[in-house]
């Protein structure tokens, strides 16, 4: 390039909005509207590539060949880490621009190879029968946030000048099935529940996060498509929170628009609409009609620019359009891809996902056994550690292979699959049973795949020919598993029962019956390393769910209502199978000292909580303190009258402790934090009266003041304060 004849837009000198504007200005119409489509064209007159902006890395780089596997995003959840959850996502980054620049070497444009990734799924899993419920961080808003938050500022980087990856939070907002209706579904969920549930994470991803991009849904809300919503586009997301980035459509939703929703009757009043409420990029074909739509006057050359300069904003921050030697993230080498050390934080990830659900004692598994039995569907099956959106491991460890590699040769391990998870036939029972008889122990290994969860018409993960159910309508073991573990369970070897899924399984006979199981979701490519590091006891589970498990969709509402009562842990009133927080360990932990700001805390003032934990136990462990909010008093000013407000999270940590050792945990509670949502959506903060409970776990809705030890569960502490004003 010759440096005397650079357009403004050339010139790296020059502030990038200029240049942007420069560009923009250059273009035709029809060459503005080609740059608002996913597959954007090249324009070779003014040397601007072909570029296409989908990619994806829920839990890894996706669908772009060999890459390092993270556990699923409810795996990540389950860590309760939001340091390790960051450190994943800056890995992630790494071998995406490791990815991007080797394929801008082979000028390879392709889908999967450029660096603005729709992910992270923020949506939260109200409903355990969603099949993409797998791809969020759970049913809570502030799990979700600080999860959110932690893995959009891991990929977009700390560069001053350039973005690492663009992060696109999605899909905004209020959706989570069903997946067979989403494309005309329309989902009304009350005001508080708007404000206090749907849109929590999405604010902090954008505020606090700094997400530069976000995707809209599918359905409407409240009879507005969300991708075309001014609502959500304008009201909400721009005006209210001060998002500057662009929003880009999920793939078809501008289509729905008029297709399914009916809406409009046309392609051009569809893409004007769109265009109009704030919906910058098409994922599709429909905003070809825009040159229609400008000839009918729906919507002016104006405003297309204006998406146009939030879309090049973002490349340019990006570096797509500097010299490579001025980008630094251009010189991570191509060998960090599936590298030792990333291969090692993917085990880390997956070992700290593990949640402990029962242990009769059985766990750790001794170190004398010398035959043990591995039985089950899901025991060297490498798809099924993968979820979906996921990249292609070098070196996959199945539960099987990840036992085979922790024993010595002295120890027997014999393997059964026992029966199919769908096809429901027992043939495969008698010699599952011979072999648990004759082991000293026998490790089950059920749960689901992506045939029994999954997004609408999903192929990924599953054999040729075949796609996912998507949402479920129970949610018990598929197929004939749950009767392959009884037959195991009656032979009267001891039996580990481990999970892989993706969602909540109501396994009521197993918590009843088998001494010991472990919840592994679908834990990446070091999967069946951690899980057998876990029974063996090399390392101690602390991982928590971030779901609560239910004994049965009779103790659910109906999955197409969008009103929370009776959902998740804030809402539910009935006794769960296992409560959204739950986890246990191989030690024990005490808390003790619970203390307050010492000064009567006012209005607009942080909180400070103070506690102390100690290791009792014989064995080092991590272990994830929790603190649980509750506004107490009948509201006065702007709330409603005695309406009630759930004990809910506000704030996690995840720590080590040696065995005997304590730590001094300090929590402080924002403003923010200490508001609340009256039932016509408004976010207030009053004085008022508050009580908190600190522990290892959620200790119920019902815990009162008078039981500082925990009148449901042991060793929670409970205490109250006064808000007072100023």
Known sequence: MNMNNLKPFQDTTQPIELRVKDLIQRMTLDEKISQMLNEAPAIPRLEVPEYDWWNECLHGVGRAGIATVFPQAIGLAGTWNTDLVRRVAVVISDEARAKHHEALRHDDYSRYTGLTYWTPNINIFRDPRWGRGQETYGEDPYLTSRMGVAFVKGLQGEDDRHLKVVATPKHFAVHSGPENERHRFDARPTPRDLQETYLPAFKTCVQEGKAVSLMGAYNRLNGEACCASPTLLEQILRQEWGFSGYVVSDCGAIDDIYKHHKLVPTAPEAAALAVNAGCDLNCGDTYWALGEAVKQGLITEATLDKSLERLFTARFRLGMFDPPEQVTYSKIPFEVNDSESHQQLALQAARESIVLLKNDGLLPLSRNIRRIAVIGPNADDVAVLLGNYNGTPSQPITILEGLLHRVSSQVKITYAKGCDIVIKSRRGFNKAIEQARQAEVAIVVLGLSQLFEGEEGQ????????????????????????????????????????????????????????????????PGQSGGTAVAETLFGDFNPAGRLPVTFYQSTDQLPPFEDYRMDGRTYRYFEGEPLYPFGFGMSYTSFEYSDLEISHAPPLLGDDVAIYFEVKNTGRLGGDEVAQLYLKRITPSGGKGTPGEEYPLQLQAFHRFY????????????????????????????????????????????QKIEKDAPRGEYVSNILVREFKLLPK
């Open 657 to 700: 402790l040696k065995t005997g050792e304590s730590k001094r945990i300090i929590f402080m509670l924002t403003p923010e934090q200490l508001s609340f949502v009256n039932e016509r959506g408004e976010r207030l903060l009053e004085p008022g009266e508050y009580r908190i409970a600190v522990g290892g776990q959620f200790p119920g």
């Open 459 to 522: 192929r990924e993960g599953l054999p040729r020919g075949k796609k996912s159910i998507g949402d479920r309508t129970n949610l018990d073991l598929p197929g004939v598993q749950e009767d392959l573990l009884k037959a195991i369970h009656a032979t009267g070897t001891p039996t580990v029962l481990v999970l892989l899924n993706g969602s909540a399984l109501a396994i009521n006979w197993a918590a009843k019956n088998i001494p010991a199981i472990l919840e592994a979701w679908y």
